[in-house]
C-alpha cells in the first residue's frame, strides 16, 4: 500500500513559477510509473505528465509542453512537477498517483492505483 501526499499548491500570478511535490511512503517511487493529473472545476480530469518505472525520457501533456517538468528524485522517494508561465487555465486540483501501466496506457487515470489527496493550484490572471 503506497500512500501519497501532494504539497506545494496555492495561488500565483499568471507568469509566476510553482513546484508541487508529492512524497510516497509504503513503497519505492522508482518502481513505479509516477504521474500527474490535474481537474479543473466542471472538467474531466485530465493527464499532465508522467515518468514510467522502466525509465527513458518523461511524457508531458500537449498543453503543457515546454512549460512543466516531471521530475523523480529517487532518493528522497518524491516526485516534483516544476511549472513554469504558469496560465490561468492551469488552474485546478493537481494528484500524483502510480502505478505500472504499459506505455500505451500511461495517460490514463484508470491505470493509476495509488493517489494522493491532491493539492490546489489557482493561477490568476
Known amino acids: 500500500q503506497v500512500q501519497l501526499v501532494e504539497s506545494g499548491g496555492g495561488l500565483v500570478q499568471a507568469g509566476n513559477s510553482l513546484t508541487l511535490s508529492c512524497a510516497a511512503s509504503?513503497?519505492?517511487?522508482?518502481?513505479?510509473?509516477v504521474a500527474w493529473f490535474r481537474q479543473a472545476p466542471g472538467k474531466e480530469r485530465e493527464f499532465v505528465a508522467a515518468?514510467?518505472?522502466?525509465?527513458?525520457?518523461?511524457y508531458h501533456a500537449d498543453s503543457v509542453k515546454g512549460r512543466f517538468t516531471i521530475v523523480r528524485n529517487n532518493a528522497k522517494n518524491t516526485v516534483l512537477l516544476e511549472m513554469n508561465n504558469l496560465k490561468p487555465d492551469d488552474t485546478g486540483m493537481y494528484y500524483c498517483?502510480?502505478?505500472?501501466?504499459?506505455?500505451?496506457?500511461?495517460?490514463?487515470?484508470?491505470?493509476?492505483?495509488?493517489w494522493g489527496q491532491g493539492t490546489q493550484v489557482t493561477v490568476s490572471s
Open positions: 515518468s514510467r518505472h522502466t525509465g527513458g525520457s518523461p
Open positions: 509504503g513503497g519505492t517511487v522508482s518502481t513505479y510509473t
Open positions: 498517483a502510480t502505478g505500472r501501466p504499459i506505455r500505451s496506457a500511461l495517460r490514463s487515470q484508470t491505470m493509476y492505483y495509488y
